[in-house]
């Protein structure tokens, strides 16, 4: 039984995203940010001052580009 925990440990440890995997160029992700809002759309390009997401409405449609700071972030989910 804790072998099996431990193998489990593991599988998860191999399978979870890094950082630049998870926010690499055309990922899709949702952030929620200290500006008020929350917001959906492919990665663009990041660097050590924030994130320019290509922004999308819920239907898909393009909305333009966004650049967040890392400062305003607070929270980003991906698949």
Known sequence: MENEKIEDLNKLKEDAPDIPG???????????????S????YVCDRDAVGLLLD?????G???????????????????
């Open 61 to 79: 449609i393009h909305a333009g580009y966004e650049f967040i700071t890392w400062h305003s972030i607070e929270r980003v989910s991906f698949e």
């Open 22 to 36: 998870g926010l690499k160029r055309g990922k899709m992700v949702e952030i929620s940010a200290r500006i008020g």
């Open 38 to 41: 929350d917001l959906a759309g």
């Open 55 to 59: 922004v999308r409405h819920p239907s």
